[in-house]
């Protein structure tokens, strides 16, 4: 904690002091924008409704989000603390500045960097509780869940920014008694509400990161929405996997919102007396104390009905970070145990972050029992899994009294027909 | 079939008229090299035991082998032709092309082009039955097996060329019987024989590849080793598939095999009658036909004791590439139905290549039963799984009678201790 997180900061950017902002000075999140589709990514900075261009004042002589990324922590902070000088309320750059920033919605945000390698970890463990009854009713949650951070590799080729449409999918599922497969249009699909990590810097191969280095390697924190077709994930899950289930688009949000703006948000983590304790490589001092983040997570869906109506959208369940049963720390030190190699843009998602109550499953799957109990709209429509031109919305926030509020932005994906 | 498969041309390159030569003037696989540490990759073509540097002789303009993998078929196509017109015996381009020729043995191998997306299949059907009886000896082929190309996503960062070395790795594994996991070095560190084929283009997201596209896509193929920790694959596999038991190393060889260079080896793809027919989304006539691969495998193995008695090491087992349960054009055209997109430099694996016998094992596992039957090698050593300082090479080559041999060189890597 330093001066960047002092509560009573204000900014010159009248935007930015909004008390419902999502970006205000103290967040001052990461990604990447153009003016049009001819001009290459610029690496900017979210501040009220506007951008500041990092370019264009001067604080970085590139435009690789990468380069930015690979810098030494320290370098980072010293970044964040320019950034915070400079538009905070009385700034002598403010003249200067002020020709560097761009109304949020007179640009497009693109991916904040060119994605590596993409690993989804599978942390909710209510959201594992929940789907393990429905594939394995007798066997919810696996004995290994409680000691590995389970986790496998994405697909990075597919991940699109916020605003992402995509068509159903087609490909092959097995009718409930049949024993011949069908071809078609998965009749599934579905949402996860996750956070995603992208990494800084990088480790060597062979060179595992211990835990408390571990979140140096850390530049910041999206939302993620891993969608999932359903009923292809049933048929070719076995025994490798999700597969083409889920490698036909990924949405993150454009800001990447980093640790050092959530520090104020950091929560003790602590596992239940009658869980067994996280393993020597997975446990340290500052993890207990303050491994945790108390992000609020939203879904919200906005059906084609009510995007009609001028509606924009229902919520359909609430969450928090803190329902992760791992830290990002542990994900990351136990992804390098082996010696695996990180690289700056490589983003790791935690998995479905589900609440403990029913209503707080964080996909349709858990929040209508595997598709038997529809869920029945405000409007009156119904569902079970999503359908054509239905868009989902992740939000995800940090409040608390006396600290300003640090948003994320949306993270917002549509469904269209099949092809 | 064109002029650059007649059997009969001979190249001014003399190595590369050796019978027992890989790179004969038919082949002319692609790879990336260098002459020191210091220089950037350089695009070359095999022939013989020299390199053609391809920048030199003005058949490109650029350094990018991504790029040129993009090309169109037809472009690719006749640059093999032009390659094919310089090198052959009698070329008016002799004298000044001999100028861009570089020993083998003087320069680096690299990894072919920089890696995008990677992705392992399952296509060894003995593989995966003899696999399947270990971890589940009741249910050893899964009810999709036959219907679905099973894949997963695997790690693009540790994939290394061939003289890859790696630490061994450490990890979480469960004692049999025992209730709680033990951490430290993998005891059970196994390679698996694999053949990897680099994507050419791509295609746009939303937009699968049909069958008969789904060869334009394919640039070449190399050898590829999957390493794998057994122990910790057991214990950490479910629900999600392989993760850390995977990703800490895999090797590739450094020559890309063209499916030009490979057309005089296609052989028909047959079902045997009692299994599933594919899908009409996998079948094609010209699949039927021609859409598998006659190239034969080989595992070798060279321990510390050989290295230090001279010995280049013992060949562990044989197979062949058209014991795969599917073609490559259905892998790729599977990868690609639900809208997922390829780009070029992403590579797919075929997963383990294991012929029906059961000394045709392409993995220890299989060939130790499990760890269960010791290896004697002929110098009297035995093993389950790999030791420390064991070296493992593939070899993959194409040989019929009246046509040239094509070969891939060698995939080789070495297990270090761990650290």
């Known amino acids: 904690m330093d001066v960047t997180h002092d509560p ?110 993409y690993t989804d970890f599978y942390t909710g463990i209510h959201h594992a509780t929940t789907v393990g009854k429905l594939f394995r009713p007798d066997n919810p949650l696996l004995p290994n869940y409680k000691w590995v951070p389970i986790g496998y590799h994405g697909r990075a080729s597919s991940i699109g920014a916020s605003g992402q449409q995509f068509h159903r999918p087609q490909g092959q599922t097995l009718k409930p008694g049949a024993a011949v497969p069908d071809f078609g249009p998965s009749a599934r699909i579905d949402y996860e509400l996750e956070i995603g990590a992208w990494v800084a810097g990088g480790n060597g191969l062979g060179e595992p990161v211990a835990m408390a280095q571990a979140e140096d390697y850390i530049f910041g924190l999206t939302l993620l929405n891993d969608w999932s077709a359903r009923d292809v994930q049933a048929w070719e899950y076995q025994p490798l996997g999700p597969f083409l289930a889920k490698n036909f688009a990924t949405t993150v949000s454009p800001w990447m919102v980093t640790l050092d703006a959530l520090a104020p948000f950091r929560a003790d983590f602590e596992r239940p007396a009658h869980d067994p304790q996280p393993m020597a490589y997975l446990d340290s001092a500052h993890n207990r104390a303050a491994g945790a983040l108390d992000v609020q997570l939203e879904v919200w869906l906005q059906t084609p009905a009510m995007l009609a109506a001028g509606n924009p959208g229902q919520r359909l369940s609430t969450s928090n970070m803190r329902d992760a049963y791992w830290t990002l720390a542990q994900l990351l030190t136990h992804h390098t145990v082996n010696g695996c190699n990180l690289r700056s843009g490589d983003i790791l998602g935690t998995g479905t972050l589900s609440g403990p109550a029913p209503e707080q499953g964080g996909s349709l799957l858990e929040l209508t029992q595997g598709g038997k109990m529809p869920l029945t709209l405000a409007n009156g429509e119904t569902r079970t899994f999503l359908q054509d031109g239905d868009t989902v919305i992740l939000r995800g926030y940090c409040t608390r009294a006396g600290v300003r509020r640090i948003g994320f932005g949306e993270c917002r994906g549509t469904l269209l027909a099949a092809r």
Do not use: Y
């Open 8 to 117: 009573a900061t204000l900014s010159w950017v009248e935007s930015a002091n909004d008390p419902a902002t999502d970006f205000s000075i103290q967040n001052l999140p990461f990604g990447r924008f153009r003016r049009n589709a001819l001009e290459p990514w610029q690496i900017g900075v979210a501040i009220g409704d506007q951008v500041l261009d990092l370019h264009a004042v001067g604080l970085i002589d590139h435009l690789d989000m990468q380069r930015l990324m690979a810098a030494p922590v320290t370098e980072r902070r010293a970044l964040r603390l320019s950034l915070w000088e400079g538009l905070r309320a009385g700034s002598a750059l403010q003249k200067v500045w002020s020709q560097a920033l761009l109304r949020q919605s007179e640009v497009e945000m693109g991916l904040p960097c060119e994605v590596g390698d």
